[in-house]
């Protein structure tokens, strides 16, 4: 028994929810679960609608299908955090974020967009091969990809502009900083506001003085 991407992405259609919002103890992401995984010739022939009404009808149609799916999802979900803490550095999901839409509602289907089109995995390979588990270390593989491409293209950039530069620009880095080069760095102010800051200081002790 195995759950490919494409019957994910088939569930997430039918289902209209992301896949990591799937929840057993609900009927009918169970029954879609049935429907999209399902090896019988003959369920493809029937609607889901149909399909549906038929299971609910009769439950025990699926019970073995049931048990291998549930012996599947455990074997898989061991694999899920698997290396949790590495992948604190990169965050899979920072490709697909979006001001309207929060990590945990991105869709398998996108996911799989950006490693088809963006990071050039083959396609037949992410939707029939892999599963649901690899996608995660994937995912980190593309936004390494995609950081290194930008540090490249920054480091060009920079040159170029070297000789306009001022000399407070020492390299790259301070040329264009990344936000993930950023991160746990001490903010540096501004001369000018610095300038004013001690302005605002200094009438402050003359005032005291006077």
């Known amino acids: 028994m195995k759950i490919k991407i494409k019957q994910i ?9 992301a896949f990591c919002e799937f929840d057993p103890n609900e009927e009918n992401d169970v029954v879609a679960l049935m429907y999209v995984t399902s090896s019988d010739a ?12 038929a299971v609910k009808a009769q439950p025990k149609l699926i019970e073995n299908d049931i048990k291998k799916i549930t012996q599947y999802l455990n074997y898989i ?12 550095e990169v965050d899979p999901m920072a490709l697909h974020k979006d001001e309207e839409k929060e990590p945990e509602s991105i869709r398998t289907s996108d996911i799989v967009n950006s490693l088809i089109f963006e990071g050039g ?11 649901i588990c690899d ?4 995912c980190k593989g593309l936004e390494i990809k995609m950081r290194h491409a930008k540090e490249d293209s920054r480091l060009w950039t920079y040159l170029m502009c070297s000789p306009y530069l001022s000399e407070s620009c020492k390299n ?13 760095k001490p903010e540096i102010i501004a001369e000018g506001d ?7 200081l200094n009438e402050g002790k003359e005032a005291n003085n006077g």
């Not at 995995?121 to 599963?131: G, Q, R």
């Not at 790259?172 to 746990?184: D, V």
């Open 77 to 88: 979900n061991q694999f899920s955090h698997y290396g949790e803490d590495d992948t604190q």
């Open 9 to 17: 992405i088939r569930w997430e259609q039918i289902t209209d929810k």
């Open 42 to 53: 003959a369920v493809k022939e029937h609607s889901f609608e149909i399909y549906s009404m």
């Open 172 to 184: 790259a880095t301070y040329f264009y900083p990344f936000p993930w080069e950023e991160e746990g």
């Open 135 to 138: 996608l995660p270390m994937l």
């Open 194 to 200: 610095l300038a004013m800051a001690e302005a605002i």
């Open 121 to 131: 995995i083959d396609a037949n390979y992410l939707l029939n091969d892999a599963e």
